[in-house]
């Protein structure tokens, strides 16, 4: 089965970091991009990064203006998973984080999220 | 960046309905827009890719039309799971962005 996995929510402190993980299982998870999308309580959704590893070893990484600078996209190959480093974290960052992959038709597998909570 | 607006925020209705959303977009995109299904506490799924394509496995009274700037996801004959959260999403250039949503309600 075609599965996403997010892990590594939680609550931190404004200022804090966390990393959160996205493990991609029944695809090759390289031969599409990634994304992390959020969506805070009672909200829409929001884009916040991508990577983008189809064409090139050095993949293409890009990034929501609200994130950029605070957070960074990576592939960890060994453990084939998908990882968002975010740091100097806000109040206005808390949200529930999914991870999704895409295409040339667009986002096409969710996973089912992970919470993270910005709170003193 | 292109800004999206769905329209409505909300709707109510009947089982046997026939209800329309649109997305309208700041600029002309290609078909790079995709229309997906959000119930509470779930992810999103995909009904329609490419503007028009229906997804695989999402029954064919969910259809989406629409070039340009105006897009639209149409469900005819509601059903009774089909009430739930709906939005449109932007992949053909960065940021990508998404419609505000509409939230289908059972009238």
């Known amino acids: 089965d075609v599965q996403l996995l997010e892990s590594g929510g939680g609550l931190v402190q404004p200022g804090g970091s966390l990393r959160l993980s996205c493990a991609a299982s029944?695809?090759?998870?390289?031969?599409?991009?990634m994304n992390w999308v959020r969506q805070a309580p009672g909200k829409g959704l929001e884009w916040v990064s991508a990577?983008?590893?189809?064409?090139?070893?050095?993949?293409?990484?890009h990034y929501a203006d609200s994130v950029k600078g605070r957070f960074t996209i990576s592939i960890d190959y060994s453990k084939n998973t998908v990882d968002l480093q975010m740091n100097s974290l806000r109040v206005e960052d808390t949200a529930l984080y999914y991870c999704?992959?895409?295409?040339?038709?667009?986002?096409?597998?969710w996973g089912q999220g992970t919470t993270v909570t910005v709170s003193s | 960046d292109i800004q999206m607006t769905q329209s409505p925020s909300s709707l109510s209705a009947s089982v046997g309905d026939r209800v329309t959303i649109t997305c309208r977009t700041s600029?002309?995109?290609?078909?790079?827009l995709g229309w997906y299904q959000q119930k509470p506490g779930k992810a999103p799924k995909r009904l329609i890719y490419?503007?028009?394509n229906l997804q695989s496995g999402v029954p064919s009274r969910f259809s989406g039309s629409g070039s340009g700037t105006e897009f639209t996801l149409t469900i005819t004959n509601l059903q009774p799971e089909d009430f739930a959260t709906y939005f449109c999403?932007?992949?053909?250039?960065?940021?990508?962005?998404f419609g505000q949503g509409t939230k289908l309600e059972i009238k």
């Open positions: 999704a992959s895409s295409g040339t038709n667009g986002f096409w597998v």
């Open positions: 029944g695809f090759m998870f390289n031969t599409y991009a």
């Open positions: 990577i983008d590893l189809r064409y090139s070893n050095d993949p293409d990484t």
């Open positions: 600029q002309a995109i290609r078909n790079d």
């Open positions: 490419g503007a028009f």
């Open positions: 999403l932007q992949h053909g250039s960065f940021p990508y962005t």
